[in-house]
């Protein structure tokens, strides 16, 4: 039972690189989330999305892409990764909006 | 602008004592207020969540009360055990704006044997 599933864990970037990273779950769910976990911030929502091909901002969506072409994936793009990007991303997916929210174990991102 | 806001940012307490965090929101359209537990290494797991019809709700050693006129919410985690350490993160959302959670700053709590 796999739930919600980030890769990578770990990642290691250069200033001015991209990368894309996932989230997979396999409950079927509608909504998915991308937070990032900064110290003493709390989490704050990047991107979130509403079912399949939809797309919205959230609170710090500066910087960042998103992508939900299938029901189960979640992509989160960085075009041109920033120092001030570095950071612990996390997705998350409900069923619904009056339903919990199931958080993947993250993405440590490092930015040079 | 911090819309939730949580204090003490940490927090000490012996086995079997009482850990109190403390949160206050200001957006009076919050209508879901849940509480996670994180790990380290690991994501936030819901712990306990209240709505704002409720001034109370208990799950086993946890309790969310709840002021709606005071706009503040608290989670109290009785006959605390050195398991219970861990951050706590309150957090609010509107659930018809699709959910989306607006976190406190975490609480780190360590309870010692």
């Known amino acids: 039972n796999a739930g919600v599933t980030q890769t990578p864990k770990f990642r290691v970037l250069k200033t001015g690189q991209s990368m894309t990273l996932l989230c997979a779950q396999d409950m079927n769910h509608e909504y998915m989330y991308w937070y990032r976990q900064d110290p003493g911030m709390g989490l704050r929502l990047i991107h979130y999305s509403v079912g399949e091909g939809t797309t919205a901002k959230g609170e710090v969506p500066d910087g960042y892409n998103v992508s939900r072409l299938k029901k189960q994936n979640f992509l989160l793009g960085l075009e041109s990764a920033a120092p001030s990007q570095t950071s612990v991303y996390f997705c998350?997916?409900?069923?619904?909006?009056?339903?919990?929210?199931?958080f993947g174990d993250g993405t440590r991102l490092s930015i040079l | 602008q911090q819309q939730v806001k949580q204090s003490p940012q940490s927090l000490i307490v012996q086995k079997g004592g009482i850990s109190i965090i403390n949160c206050a929101y200001e957006n009076t359209a919050f209508d879901y207020f849940p509480w996670y537990q994180q790990f380290p290494g690991k994501g936030p797991a819901l712990l306990i969540a209240?709505?704002?019809?409720?001034s109370e709700k208990k799950e086993g050693r946890f309790t969310i009360s709840f002021n709606k006129s005071a706009k503040q919410f608290s989670l109290h985690i009785m006959d605390s055990q050195p398991g219970d350490s861990a951050t706590y993160f309150c957090?609010?959302?509107?659930?018809?704006?699709?959910?989306?959670?607006?976190f406190g700053g975490g609480t780190r709590v360590l309870v010692k044997p």
């Open positions: 998350a997916s409900s069923s619904q909006a009056s339903q919990p929210q199931h």
């Open positions: 209240i709505r704002p019809d409720v």
């Open positions: 957090a609010a959302s509107m659930m018809a704006a699709g959910n989306k959670l607006t």
